[in-house]
């Protein structure tokens, strides 16, 4: 006799957590490829386009190979005695996780599960591995229009490999600024303080796009630019309503407050515009921005703050964006570095202002996990504004200022090495073409214009008649 | 024979098609251009970054007449395409030294 699942599992869990999967994933594909793919001039959309879906294939593999493990498994030690020195918890054993029992058993984390999963690891696995997906995703945005494709093909892989897995470990795997109480919720500093910094070195380690690309760099279908937002805005609801690894109350007051948070930040970029810029216009690509700064900065405490935080910090966040945009780019060294999309300033900066406006807002009233009793307290974050301590904001600072010098740092080496091995910008001469020269495909071909070549075959069809 | 060319706003083309059909003119091309002559563009603005743009986009008719011809249909796109502001247009007329239509042969003004 067979049973369909063991006892363990809770199938309303694994449900919501794979479809939360689903949603994040969807937000790469096609969602950051549509809205990149929008963005850019026509002579780049197939390139753009490519290194997004490359991008998250070459993660899926190098994460079940070894990433997986080494962001979430068996610490390994480096550092002498002392089980909570910062070398004994820094990264995880790098094996893989592809085996049946890899896949089916029971998913636990060896350091800092805070309850076991009530679902198989392949879904955790899965989940887990969006987020990583995503994450060179959003920095492809800085260096798009020049980075040489075949660097973005090694540069993925070793970034997971060497930043992502650390910092991802650091603060979810239960290394050490998790232990020191730092937190993070679905990824504002692994995910998009990370994407600020490597979009932002990346850029200008391999320098800027030609300047006529610059001088022409208007977005070509405005439209698919709405495409991928809606599916960003609607697919974070998987973003941070898995993270609690459990479909109960927090999940959905997370989805919650991540609506908030990121209208308010919409509505406040849109009003900036319409009233404190030289045109005052309210603009479609600025609503986006301001979409994306509130999406972003939710995204380290959606589950821990309430309502009037999420809103709050939406719009704390959009106004320190929005100046960041028009103001801090233009001077050095933000002026000196053609991050195409603003990556730095969207993802980073909002990531590192959202990581620091938990330790103000977060409400201890929020509980991601109950209590079972006067011994076990329910977990929650003591904000600032509920409690006066500003403990959690320390932390809070400590760990970022890690994630951006760690991030920057090897970032910058991996480059210097694949500048060595394979170069990192296109030649001129591709670049002056675009698609056409670095994929021999263009985003609408014209039929008039293009002859199939190739003998026999297409040719030679005839109606059967029959 | 002649061939008149005309540049003028695109939201004018239906009257000067109009105006061109009611003369008895058979047949004309047209083409979506961009082009400035003392009508100044506009600025674009995307993502916070200011963008020029020295063109306007107009339409171009291209039609080929008997040259006795020429005047009136001249003075019909000269009466329709007018708004009195600048960026109206332009029209030009050049020789043409054959016409021939491509289905039957037929060349000169037998093909118009």
């Known amino acids: 006799m067979y049973i369909p699942y063991p006892n363990w599992l809770n199938t309303g869990d694994n449900t919501w957590q794979i479809v939360a999967a689903t949603l994040v994933g969807l937000m790469s594909l096609p969602g950051i490829a549509v809205l990149y793919g929008g963005l850019v001039q026509k002579k780049w959309v197939v390139n753009t386009m490519l290194m997004a879906f490359t991008g998250f294939g070459l993660v899926l593999i190098v994460w079940v190979l070894w990433a997986f493990n080494m962001s979430f498994g068996v610490p390994s030690h480096f550092g002498g005695s002392n089980a909570h020195s910062f070398l004994n918890n820094v990264i995880g054993h790098p094996v893989p996780a592809a085996s049946h029992f890899g896949e089916q058993n029971q998913e636990v984390l060896p350091e800092g599960t805070l309850i076991p999963f009530h679902y198989n690891a392949a879904t955790f696995i899965y989940f887990q591995v969006v987020f990583a997906a995503i994450t060179p995703l959003l920095f492809l945005g800085s260096v798009l229009g020049r980075m040489k494709f075949k660097a973005w093909l090694l540069f993925v892989p070793l970034w997971i490999t060497c930043v992502y897995t650390v910092n991802a470990f650091l603060l979810w795997g239960g290394g050490f600024f998790a232990q020191k109480g730092a937190v993070d919720y679905s990824g504002g500093y692994v995910i998009h303080l990370a994407a600020g910094v490597t979009g932002f070195v990346a850029a200008w380690v391999i320098g800027p796009r030609l300047e006529r690309d610059r001088k022409h760099g208007v977005p070509n279908n405005l439209m698919m630019v709405a495409v991928g937002a809606g599916i960003l805005w609607l697919g974070w609801n998987g973003f941070n309503g898995g993270d609690p690894f459990y479909a109960g109350t927090d999940a959905t007051a997370a989805v919650l407050n991540t609506n908030l948070a990121t209208a308010a930040a919409m509505m406040t970029w849109v009003l900036m515009d319409l009233f404190l810029t030289k045109q005052k216009k309210a603009t479609f690509l600025g609503a986006i921005n301001g979409m994306i700064v509130g999406l972003v900065a939710i995204t380290p405490g959606a589950g821990w703050v309430n309502g009037y935080g999420a809103l709050a910090e939406g719009f704390i966040a959009s106004g320190i964006v929005w100046v960041s945009w028009y103001y801090l780019s233009k001077v050095r060294p933000f002026s000196k570095v053609d991050d195409a999309l603003g990556v730095v300033y969207t993802h980073g900066i909002a990531g590192l202002t959202g990581g620091l406006l938990v330790g103000f807002f977060a409400d201890p009233g929020m509980l991601e996990y109950i209590g079972t009793g006067k011994a076990a307290p329910g977990f929650s974050v003591n904000g600032l504004f509920y409690t006066g301590s500003w403990h959690q904001i320390w932390e809070q600072l400590i760990a970022a200022t890690w994630v951006i010098c760690f991030t920057a740092i090897v970032s910058f080496v991996l480059l210097q090495i694949i500048k060595v091995v394979v170069g990192l910008r296109e030649s001129d001469e591709n670049l002056e073409v675009g698609d056409l020269a670095i994929h021999n495909e263009e985003v609408e071909p014209k039929e008039t214009f293009a002859e199939r070549l190739g003998s026999g075959g297409f040719r030679e069809l005839e109606p059967s008649g029959v | ?112």
């Open chain 2, 1 to 112: 024979m002649k061939l008149v060319v005309a540049v003028v706003k695109p939201f004018k083309l239906d009257d000067v098609k109009e105006a061109l059909k009611t003369l008895g003119v058979h047949g004309l091309t047209v083409t979506e251009v961009q082009g400035f002559g003392r009508q100044r563009g506009h600025t674009e603005v995307y993502r916070g970054a200011e963008y020029e743009v020295e063109f306007v986009p107009k339409v171009r008719l291209e039609i080929v007449v008997d040259d006795d011809q020429v005047e009136e249909v001249t003075n019909a796109v000269v009466d329709t395409a007018g708004t009195g502001k600048i960026g109206d247009g332009k029209v030009w007329v050049l020789p043409v030294d054959d016409v021939i239509r491509v289905r039957t042969g037929e060349r000169g003004h037998d093909a118009l």
